[in-house]
């Protein structure tokens, strides 16, 4: 009887093990904040440590735009997301997401205000009667806080600058200065320096002249509606990875991060204000 006992233990054991979590797949995307190929050399370690930690397969869905992520999250059409602080407050809005981590940046994260050589611009009021360019519409740090903190200084961008345009993404803002199909433009910061370290910056052709104050951003996000014990084993897994550890700090370089931390919907309250102050959120 004992002997019939270990047994049904152990296979109940072995049961409970293989259904840990109700799927199998973890879908995960990220807003096209970059060009789509760069996206994906970024999350290929990620995604690989995703799935050696929880045990289960990790999908890359990529997305057109900045809307698709949110739509998809909140539809359950993906798991996880990499969210901007704004497109995380247009989707708390939407349904029921649950922040979970973010990199210890993003606590302090700001936006570069560059312009071409050409323009002789040396501050953004130089730019007045200038073409301009934000990143998306729907980026905290390519359009939503650049704004705000211009709007604070009394500068308007639709009557300030000659043209205002969106690029869609902080490294091709770059690249539309500095070919001089704007005068100027704005981009986060992270993208800025990553950019310049690559040498992917000509300064005989764009310079910067202007940073906005700190503020939060970027963060992983989760459905809520996912299983509780997967949500745990994700954060737990962003929190331990190490950058004295070379295979963690591969992957750390990557999301240009030296670490991540745990985050709340609260600290997201500052964008959520200056989003409906700014006239971009109902």
């Known amino acids: 009887m004992k002997k019939i006992v270990k047994t049904l233990a152990a296979l109940s054991l072995i049961a409970t ?3 840990t979590f109700a799927q199998d797949v973890l879908r995960v995307s990220a807003i096209p904040d970059e060009a789509p190929t760069e996206l994906q050399r970024k999350f290929a370690p990620l995604g690989a ?3 050696k930690e929880l045990g289960v397969k990790v999908e890359f869905v990529p997305v057109t735009d900045y809307a698709s992520v949110v739509t998809a999250l909140t539809s359950d059409k993906i798991d996880l997301a990499w969210l901007g602080g704004f497109t995380y407050v247009q989707a708390k809005q939407r349904g029921k997401v649950t922040p979970l981590v973010q990199r210890e ?3 302090r994260f700001t936006s570069k205000f560059i312009a071409s050589t050409a323009s002789g611009a040396q501050s953004l009021k130089d730019l007045k009667g200038k073409t301009f360019a934000f990143g998306s519409a729907s980026s905290t740090s390519g359009h939503l806080m650049p704004r705000y903190f211009m709007q604070k200084q009394g500068i308007k961008p639709e009557t300030h600058f000659k043209n205002v345009a969106y690029s869609g993404a902080h490294d091709a803002t770059v690249a539309w200065v500095a070919s001089g199909k704007v005068d100027g433009g704005v981009l986060n910061s992270s993208v800025w320096d990553k950019l310049n370290e690559a040498g992917k910056v000509d300064a005989s052709k764009v310079k910067l002249i202007g940073t906005t104050p700190t503020y939060y951003d970027y963060n992983w996000t989760v459905r809520s509606n996912l299983d509780a014990k997967l949500q745990k084993k994700l954060a737990a897994a962003f ?7 070379p295979e ?6 990557l999301q240009r991060a030296t670490r ?3 985050t709340r919907p609260n600290n997201y309250k500052g964008i959520e204000t200056a989003a409906r102050e700014a ?3 109902k």
């Not at 929190?239 to 550890?245: G, M, Y």
């Open 17 to 19: 093990a293989g259904a």
């Open 49 to 51: 440590y995703l799935e």
């Open 105 to 107: 940046e993003d606590s």
């Open 239 to 245: 929190l331990k990875l190490d950058a004295k550890k």
């Open 248 to 253: 963690d700090k591969e992957i750390l370089e």
């Open 260 to 262: 991540f931390i745990p």
């Open 279 to 281: 006239g971009l959120l």
